[in-house]
């Protein structure tokens, strides 16, 4: 269950993130206005808090394991709302990415000295 949470809790940053990003954007270099980069910006506030609730303690190890669900969720992001097709490469990089997250933080790890 707590791989589970963890997991949810990453799609939810991802989200967070990644959407409040693209808000900047398009209210920025799309010029669609200020409401856009308000949202935007309450979005990333969000992604903040959102990392918080990670059942590990160490702040670096989520935002390690987070940047690699950044790039897949990314990518998948723009699949979806840009229409943007990656090629093999990019979703080689984003499947090393997604295993780079699950090592980080889903390895056994001994009791620390």
């Not at 900047?24 to 990333?44: D, P, S, T, Y």
């Not at 990518?75 to 997250?101: I, K, N, Q, S, T």
């Amino acid at each position: 269950m707590t791989v589970l949470r963890s997991l949810v809790l990453f799609a939810l940053a991802a989200l967070a993130e990644i959407g409040g990003a693209w808000l900047v954007w398009q209210g920025w270099r799309e010029q669609r206005g200020l409401w856009w980069i308000a949202a935007g910006v309450v979005a990333l506030g969000c992604y903040g808090f959102v990392a918080t609730f990670q059942p590990d303690a160490n702040f670096g190890r989520i935002l390690a394991a987070y940047g690699g669900v950044f790039v897949a969720g990314s990518l998948g992001w723009a699949m979806v709302v840009d229409g943007f097709r990656p090629d093999r490469w990019d979703l080689a990089g984003a499947a090393l990415c997604l295993l780079g997250v699950a090592v980080i933080m889903y390895a056994p790890r001994g009791t620390p000295a």
